[in-house]
């Protein structure tokens, strides 16, 4: 069974931390990708790698960096937190190339509140 | 750039009731189109997805959604829909360019309410 695990379900941050958000594959998939989930606004794409220490800027980086040290891997990193990233964080990866390799696999989300 | 629109914020239904959930996408380029849903506290999982070939196509839990090319619409539809539908649907496309990086862009999400 194909998996995509994110380490915690619930996080509470001060404003101001340093804040780590993982994600890890065990399908040896090349893409990863960080979308943030707002009522209303449906996801947005925060950040995605296409390969180790490879990454790209999605639609929402600021406030945002990431790291991809290891290719199953893929973190998610809020440099200092502000009430304003309270959201649901959810990681996903796909294959390569286009066609079936398209389907996006999701984990399980963290929803981060930041007070 | 892609975009995709789903217009209908909330749809609530009666059980047994058939329903569809419209999206409609904008893209100057080809795309892959998706359909996920998402339980209560849980991440996305696929519904279905449209690649190449037949328009309509079957997907997990007695959904189907249909491509329709000239109106740029992915409608999602259910003949007959179970309070276990009860969740957030989301469209999403895929540019299907050669080197496209699989990303997805997805429309705001359309709460299908299921009642008894």
């Known amino acids: 069974d194909v998996k995509v695990t994110q380490s915690s379900r619930y996080l509470v941050k001060r404003t101001g931390e340093k804040v780590f958000l993982e994600c890890v594959q065990d399908?040896?998939?090349?893409?990863m990708f960080w979308y943030r989930q707002d009522p209303g606004l449906g996801l947005r794409l925060i950040y995605f790698?296409?390969?180790?220490?490879?990454?790209e800027k999605g639609d929402i980086p600021e406030g945002y960096s990431v790291s991809r040290e290891k290719k199953e891997r893929f973190s998610l990193i809020l440099e200092s937190a502000s009430t304003n990233q309270t959201s649901m964080y959810l990681c996903?990866?796909?294959?390569?190339?286009?066609?079936?390799?398209?389907?996006?696999?999701f984990g399980q989300g963290t929803r981060l509140t930041v007070v | 750039a892609q975009s995709v629109t789903q217009l209908d914020s909330q749809v609530p239904v009666f059980e047994e009731a058939p329903v569809e959930l419209r999206c409609n996408y904008s893209?100057?380029?080809?795309?892959?189109l998706f359909w996920y849903v998402q339980y209560p506290n849980q991440g996305l999982q696929l519904l279905l997805k449209?690649?190449?070939?037949?328009?309509l196509v079957k997907g997990i839990n007695g959904f189907e959604a249909e491509f329709n090319k000239s109106q740029t619409s992915f409608h999602l539809r259910k003949p007959s829909v179970h309070i276990s539908d009860t969740a957030e649907y989301f469209c999403?496309?895929?540019?299907?360019?050669?080197?496209?990086?699989?990303?997805?862009?997805f429309g705001t999400g359309t709460l299908l309410a299921v009642q008894p």
């Open positions: 449209y690649l190449s070939g037949s328009t």
């Open positions: 996903a990866s796909t294959l390569a190339g286009g066609g079936t390799n398209t389907e996006a696999f």
């Open positions: 893209s100057s380029v080809s795309v892959y």
């Open positions: 999403a496309v895929s540019d299907r360019s050669r080197g496209a990086t699989n990303k997805l862009i």
């Open positions: 399908m040896d998939h090349e893409n």
């Open positions: 790698s296409y390969d180790v220490k490879m990454k």
